[in-house]
């Protein structure tokens, strides 16, 4: 490992074609000792068989994604909501990640109130963060960009994220602070002092900002150095808050995807080298 | 004209397919006393024409989109900004409307330095405020959603807008308050309040959210009462913050844009009765 990937994790959705064993593999040849995985894929391998692909190949799982979608208003979705979140929270527990990230959830179906929605993810915390705890596991609300408000996350900011995150204590509950989401708010670095001051930064995530935005903007989370952001400039954010931990690089990127994954995870890592401290 | 429609005003771009006659002949036919201008279809009609034909219509013309675009480093390109803009207030002030929204500019190519980008905007409203008070015009900057915070416009917040406005006379800049650009921001009932305080809320300005976004999300603005907004509670921020001025529709959208335009027209009043107070 060189020195200047010690702190590199790569999300596994930023390489998706390669199955976990190619991953864990890639990993090995480049020096790479953090990753970043999905429920969906580590259900689909085996959870228990994930960790110990993962713990046979050296590897640290620094996040889990993702928990969350917390704001419906029927029960019976509430409850099942919840249920899965306990899921996520043993998965995490087993991967041997002490981070589980939250997408919080939109409107509910012919809603128009983000304040009650933002509530019921207040409501599902509380009822998680003592289970989380219990398991070792923080739970870390991703802030999403506002274009994602009605259907993905009613959590658009920092400021937001954390004004939920506070009402519990700091070993539960977090925020992840990834730059595609906040790099043009002016006022996220106040933000990210706030959540370093109680230690509620829980994992640090890079993708730039590119565009055009593709239809749906789900895949256009651009390769580092490709689009708008300054990750240095972030990245000194926080870690003048007191993060030190590891730096994911997590991109949703149709035009990554129809590429060869270990191309793109090389390439990734070159990146992530030449554009942090 | 109906008691209901007395503040409502059609922006241009809604029913795009309309020619200007065409326009005010069925703003006359429908009870619509005013019109939101572009300045592309006004310039190829003629500014004075269309002067002339507005005024024989009887309509009031709310608002003239758009100046700005602040952002360019290059002297020339800077120096060509501005022209564009006196040129852009000279034909508000022919129109006869006071109110030029501003669409402020995103990053130049290659920048990723938003707060310079920023200050650009507030060097350009130093050179252009007096010159728009001259003529009896106000300056609204208009905050867009932090969607297009790279390629179209730098100022992404109410407060950021209000940061800018706040450094000029009331008389010379204030702000646009869009519903599509804010909805999602807690802070922007604040806002909204500050801005009323100082009497900077210069035209309002409606669009509902929906989803999926289009490719380049530029034409995605959704008709009233199709998606995530509710209209009277920003109707009832700007008003608390003692707006009485006219409430401008201003939907891009290639759905709206492939029908008849009369339809769209008498379909988007009618949405406005409905949804506003």
Redo the contacts between chains.
Sequence with gaps: MTGDLARFSINQMTVKQLSLPELADACGRLGIANVGLWREPVQSYGVEATAKLIRDAGLTVTTLCRGGFFTAIDPTERTAALADNRRAIDEAATLGTDTLVLVSGG?PAG?????GARERIADALAELGPYAEQHGVRLAIEPL???Y???RC?V??L??ALDLAERFPAHQVGVTVDTYHI?????APAQIARAGATGRIHTFQLAD?T???????LTGRGQIGD????MR?WQGHVEAAGYTGAIEVELFNDALWARDGREVLAETAARFVEHTA
Aim: glycine share 6%.
């Design positions: 409107l809603s128009k109130d983000l304040h960009h506002p274009m408000a009605s259907d009613v658009s900011t400021a937001q790099w043009w708010d002016d006022n900002w565009t055009p935005l593709p239809e749906g903007v689009g708008a952001i300054d400039e």
